[in-house]
């Protein structure tokens, strides 16, 4: 019988169809020599939002999710302005993780005292009227949850050993075991305790982080044997927990157990945060050193390439900034047209909206979209006017105010 028959009565699926919308976080372009600050900075604490921090989302807007079991709450702010938080309360209890789709619907987990994991989609409208459809349940908990663009979810079963998957379009599609046998063991085709999942869909690649191996595996498409990228042997862990990637692929780790923050360029894995493997906390746990972590659990990019950890045992999410080195530039991605005497404005998602210009002999109505998390360039709607040496005004409602320009207009849009 095979390994996927055997393990099928340990799990009880409940399925919703509902179309669900493809994932939605950070993946930062960095140069080969980034940095960031070892000191960082607390963002909220457990005066502010209590303790059990476990998990914690930013999506591309910079809107940033944490799951907190003691008041079992999803907190919600956007980065730099914590004084507009808001809370979604539910059963949280011994939640480990929390995903964000692009249309912000929230898949969170929980592990109820009688073995039933649930895995709930949450939706909010505009007036905080809070709505949960039930996703899934097992019989093991879903440690950690990813959810892909073409909407199939991803669930690290720690004590079953395994990670699965299952389509969110069809509830007929069977549950299908992505890595892992069922059995604990340190070959290439079995994990022990795995925690942490990342999905690297350009080169279709699943990154678990084997907490029981103190090692990462990278498993592609189709094949159950994984490929060993940072173990004991190379890089010393202790229960790697999180894991992300940037946009070149590199891959960043939580080293759980070593209070630590591991990074990856082209020369390697390095230490970045806690690197003297200490323990950052004492009685008064407000004043943990800001350079130490205690039990960090995951690790999330912000738009600008900065790195938030949940700073698990100092109950408190630290954020260390990437470090800006002055005077020196760094390439990026080119734009569609070539254009001068343009506007360039910055939307309040992060983004860069290009208008108009002048090509030398003809001006432009056209418009295109600058990603600073990807480096790279989108077309959106064109103007209704070809324009050059126009104005663009970002406007209190963050729409932006194109208005005149060449040779002469008096003619006004918004976008």
Same mark, same amino acid.
């Given at each position: 019988?095979?390994?996927?028959?055997?393990?099928?009565?340990?799990?009880?699926?409940?399925?919703?169809?509902?179309?669900?919308?493809?994932?939605?976080?950070?993946?930062?372009?960095? !140069?080969?020599? !980034?940095?960031?600050?070892?000191?960082?900075?607390?963002?909220?604490?457990?005066?502010?939002?209590?303790?059990?921090?476990?998990?914690?989302?930013?999506?591309?807007?910079?809107?940033?999710?944490?799951?907190?079991?003691?008041?079992?709450?999803?907190?919600?702010?956007? %980065?730099?302005?914590?004084?507009?938080?808001? @809370?979604?309360?539910?059963?949280?209890?011994?939640?480990?993780?929390?995903?964000?789709?692009?249309?912000?619907?929230?898949?969170?987990?929980?592990?109820?005292?009688?073995?039933? /994991?649930?895995?709930?989609?949450?939706?909010?409208?505009?007036?905080?009227?809070?709505?949960?459809?039930?996703?899934?349940?097992?019989? %093991?908990? &879903?440690?950690?949850?990813?959810?892909?663009?073409?909407?199939?979810?991803?669930?690290?079963?720690?004590?079953?050993?395994?990670?699965?998957?299952?389509?969110?379009?069809?509830?007929?599609?069977?549950?299908?075991?992505?890595?892992?046998?069922?059995? %604990?063991?340190?070959?290439?085709?079995?994990?022990?305790?795995?925690?942490?999942?990342?999905?690297?869909?350009?080169?279709?690649?699943?990154?678990?982080?084997? &907490?029981? @191996?103190?090692?990462?595996?990278?498993?592609?498409?189709?094949?159950?044997?994984?490929?060993?990228?940072?173990?004991?042997?190379?890089?010393?862990?202790?229960?790697?927990?999180?894991?992300?990637?940037? @946009?070149?692929?590199?891959?960043?780790?939580?080293?759980?157990?070593?209070?630590?923050?591991?990074?990856?360029? !082209?020369?390697?894995?390095?230490?970045?945060?806690?690197?003297?493997?200490?323990?950052?906390?004492? /009685?008064?746990?407000?004043?943990?050193?800001?350079?130490?972590?205690?039990?960090?659990?995951?690790?999330?990019?912000?738009?600008?390439?900065?790195?938030?950890?949940?700073?698990?045992?100092?109950?408190?999410?630290?954020?260390?900034?990437?470090?800006?080195?002055?005077?020196?530039?760094?390439?990026?991605?080119?734009?569609?047209?070539?254009?001068?005497?343009?506007?360039?404005?910055?939307?309040?998602?992060?983004?860069?909206?290009?208008?108009?210009?002048?090509?030398?002999?003809?001006?432009?109505?056209?418009? %295109?979209?600058?990603?600073?998390?990807?480096?790279?360039?989108?077309?959106?709607?064109?103007?209704?006017?070809?324009?050059?040496?126009?104005?663009?005004?970002?406007?209190?409602?963050?729409?932006?105010?194109?208005?005149?320009?060449?040779?002469?207009?008096?003619?006004?849009?918004?976008?």
């Amino acid at each position: 019988m095979s390994v996927q028959h055997t393990k099928v009565h340990l799990l009880i699926l409940l399925f919703i169809l509902d179309e669900v919308a493809g994932y939605s976080y950070n993946r930062p372009s960095l !140069s080969s020599d !980034s940095q960031w600050n070892p000191n960082g900075t607390t963002i909220v604490n457990e005066t502010m939002i209590g303790t059990s921090l476990f998990d914690l989302f930013i999506d591309e807007n910079n809107t940033i999710y944490i799951s907190n079991e003691q008041k079992q709450q999803i907190v919600i702010f956007v %980065e730099g302005n914590v004084s507009w938080m808001r @809370n979604i309360s539910m059963n949280l209890k011994n939640s480990s993780s929390l995903f964000v789709t692009n249309e912000e619907k929230i898949y969170v987990d929980t592990f109820y005292s009688s073995n039933v /994991s649930v895995v709930s989609q949450i939706e909010v409208n505009s007036s905080w009227r809070v709505s949960s459809i039930l996703r899934m349940n097992f019989c %093991e908990q &879903c440690f950690d949850i990813f959810v892909s663009e073409n909407q199939t979810l991803f669930c690290s079963l720690s004590e079953q050993h395994q990670i699965i998957s299952k389509s969110l379009l069809n509830r007929w599609n069977h549950l299908k075991i992505v890595a892992g046998t069922g059995s %604990e063991g340190s070959t290439s085709t079995t994990l022990r305790n795995p925690r942490g999942i990342f999905l690297d869909e350009n080169n279709s690649t699943l990154f678990v982080a084997d &907490c029981g @191996n103190n090692r990462i595996q990278k498993f592609r498409f189709g094949s159950f044997q994984g490929e060993t990228i940072l173990s004991n042997g190379t890089f010393e862990l202790n229960c790697p927990n999180g894991i992300t990637l940037d @946009n070149e692929g590199f891959v960043f780790v939580v080293d759980s157990n070593n209070h630590r923050i591991i990074g990856q360029n !082209s020369n390697g894995f390095h230490c970045l945060v806690g690197c003297n493997q200490s323990a950052g906390s004492n /009685s008064n746990q407000l004043s943990s050193p800001s350079n130490q972590l205690s039990s960090p659990s995951n690790l999330q990019f912000d738009l600008f390439g900065n790195i938030f950890v949940v700073d698990q045992q100092n109950h408190r999410i630290q954020k260390f900034d990437l470090i800006i080195i002055a005077g020196q530039w760094q390439s990026t991605g080119n734009m569609s047209v070539a254009r001068h005497v343009h506007t360039a404005s910055i939307l309040s998602n992060g983004k860069v909206l290009v208008t108009g210009g002048w090509t030398g002999s003809v001006s432009l109505n056209s418009a %295109e979209l600058y990603d600073p998390s990807t480096g790279n360039w989108t077309t959106t709607g064109n103007m209704s006017v070809a324009r050059n040496q126009h104005t663009a005004s970002i406007l209190y409602n963050k729409t932006i105010l194109v208005a005149g320009g060449c040779c002469p207009l008096n003619s006004a849009e918004l976008y």
